[in-house]
């Protein structure tokens, strides 16, 4: 087998060298005291918990499709049972001969019907209001990479890329080992009680920018354009995680997303501050190691 060998991209040099200073300076002005709130737990059921009004639209109906569900479930099980005891040989020794019933044939295809329409005005504004896009606060552009995240902050100038931090870095981070794979090296930085857009693409392959505790999810395509929006309750100040939600290549489950959640002046000391370490770096920043098949 062709051996492969390893180089370093000359780019990895260059931005690890500028970024350094700005990972550091974000991550000490912004994750301590952060709270860790939208995140997996091992073997749980549940949802996140909703931070967003979109969020808590979600649940609504997912709890009003359990119930109905649960409903369907447990007449059709009481339905058969009913049936199994009334007609078996032993109870009908002689059983009817009919072929149709008009009534039972109109029931079960307008109560099914009734059952949709009901579903279907519950589900569809809240579509509707997710599709929906408000007058923005803030606008972040999100793009996708193989296999890591790159935001904009066009108004301001802020240009970053977001990579998965390795175990051995997340202690300088403010993390644990719980969060492996769940943390980044920066994050996306979003004020409370604001409406944020979010303009997500991508620059090789489809990805997809979600994040459960907001109820987003939006693909990104490569040369289009789609928005989402939310808008974190004050007091939700935290740190929230989601993932690339679309598979995109043999390091697709390592493409987390970091979203800190802080105060408007949090938000606009960082804008002045920290941020601006990153406005002049233009999200220069490859991998550090790139790994070429050999042709000998």
């Known amino acids: 087998m062709a051996p492969r060998r390893m180089i370093g991209g000359l780019a990895a040099a260059i931005g690890s ?12 002005g912004l994750r301590d005291g952060l709270e860790i709130i939208g995140a997996p737990e091992p073997g749980g059921v549940n949802m996140q ?3 967003t009004s979109v969020a808590a639209d979600i649940r609504a109906l997912d709890t009003l499709l359990l119930v109905v569900v649960t409903a369907i479930v447990i007449f059709v099980t009481a339905l058969l049972i009913w049936t199994m005891l009334r007609h078996n040989a032993k109870a009908n020794p002689t059983p009817s001969s009919f072929t149709h019933n008009t009534k039972i044939e109109v029931a079960w295809t307008v109560v099914p019907l009734l059952i949709l329409i009901g579903i279907g005005s ?4 809240v579509l509707f209001r997710q599709q929906t896009i408000p007058d ?3 606008v972040v552009k999100a793009v996708g990479y193989q296999w890591y ?16 931090l390795n175990e051995n870095e997340l202690a300088e981070h403010g993390y644990s080992q719980d969060e492996f794979r769940l943390a980044t090296d920066t994050a996306m930085v979003v004020p409370t009680g604001q409406t944020v857009v979010v303009q997500v693409t ?3 392959v489809i990805h997809s920018w979600a994040v459960p505790a907001f109820g987003v999810k939006q693909d990104g395509v490569p040369g289009r354009l789609a928005e989402l929006w939310f808008e ?7 740190v929230y995680f989601g993932q690339c939600s679309e598979l995109c290549g043999v390091n697709h ?17 960082w804008l002045t501050g920290d941020a601006q370490e990153f406005a002049s770096l233009d999200g220069v920043r490859a991998p550090q190691v790139i790994e070429l098949a050999s042709a000998e």
């Open 253 to 269: 489950a390592y493409m987390p997303i970091t979203v800190f959640a802080v105060t408007p002046e949090e938000y606009d000391a």
């Open 49 to 51: 918990p909703g931070v």
């Open 232 to 238: 974190v309750e004050p007091g939700q100040e935290g």
């Open 136 to 138: 923005a606060d803030v």
């Open 149 to 164: 995240w790159g935001y904009e902050y066009p108004e301001h100038g802020i240009n970053y890329l977001s990579i998965m």
């Open 122 to 125: 519950f589900s569809l504004p």
């Open 17 to 28: 060298t500028f970024t350094a200073a700005a990972v550091s300076a974000q991550t000490a």
């Open 202 to 204: 991508a620059a090789d």
